[in-house]
């Protein structure tokens, strides 16, 4: 089974501006893979950020942006702030009704 | 205001059953298609399972094929998800979500189903 594949942990500084990558094992992602991308703190349920490779959801910051970069879906976060301190998680839409999510990314703000 | 309230989580011995529900409300119900997420303690959001808005088609991730059914009553306004046959590894907090074209936009709080003897 294909594999989501996402950055180990992150450090950033306040201010600062951070990039996670969602890719795959085998293959590229692509916009067909309608790439979204998840913020989680512990505790609570997941955030949706962004959706569609670049939307970002509603009451979402434009700090947060979608794009593909290469061969990968990514995540940017800039002027990140202490609020941001999270897991983030992508999934990709694989086909046939199956979803994949990555194994999620922590960011920590120093 | 999109709306999703799992119930129905708890503790369950190994092979025991359990049916998870999760009550939606701020939307049309019936034109969304829905998913089961779990996380296990401590890891990464895991996809489960997902029906289509009106129920004819389901789709299982391979862990749970042949024990656990995704189901859903648009009359109600309710999904469901049975789980049988359960495992060590299927504790979880179990997080309804709903599907709005090829994305999740909205998500419930989560309900914890522990296995446990």
């Known amino acids: 089974q294909t594999v989501v594949t996402q950055e180990p942990p992150f450090s950033v500084s306040p201010g600062g501006t951070v990039t996670f990558t969602c890719g795959l094992s085998s293959g590229s992602v692509s916009p067909s893979h309608y790439p979204s991308w998840y913020q989680q703190t512990p505790g609570q349920a997941p955030r949706t950020l962004i959706y569609?490779?670049?939307t970002r959801s509603s009451g979402v910051p434009d700090r947060f942006s979608g794009s593909i970069l290469g061969n990968k879906a990514a995540l940017t976060i800039t002027g990140v702030q202490a609020a941001d301190e999270s897991d983030y998680y992508c999934?990709?839409?694989?086909?046939?009704?199956?979803?994949?999510f990555g194994g999620g990314t922590k960011l920590t703000v120093l | 205001q999109v709306q999703l309230v799992e119930s129905g989580g708890g503790v369950v011995q190994p092979g025991g059953s359990l049916r998870l529900s999760c009550a939606a409300s701020g939307f049309t119900f019936g034109r969304n298609g829905m998913h089961w997420v779990r996380q296990a303690p401590g890891k990464g959001l895991e996809w489960v399972a997902l029906i289509w808005f009106d129920g004819s088609k389901t789709y299982y991730t391979d862990s749970v094929k042949g024990r656990f059914t995704i189901s859903r009553d648009n009359s109600k306004n309710t999904l469901y998800l049975q789980m049988n046959s359960l495992r060590d590894e299927d504790t979880a907090v179990y997080y309804c979500?709903?599907?709005?074209?090829?994305?999740?936009?909205?998500w419930g709080q989560g309900t914890l189903v522990t296995v446990s003897s």
């Open positions: 999934v990709l839409y694989m086909g046939s009704g199956i979803w994949v």
């Open positions: 979500a709903r599907l709005t074209d090829w994305w999740i936009d909205s």
């Open positions: 569609n490779t670049n």
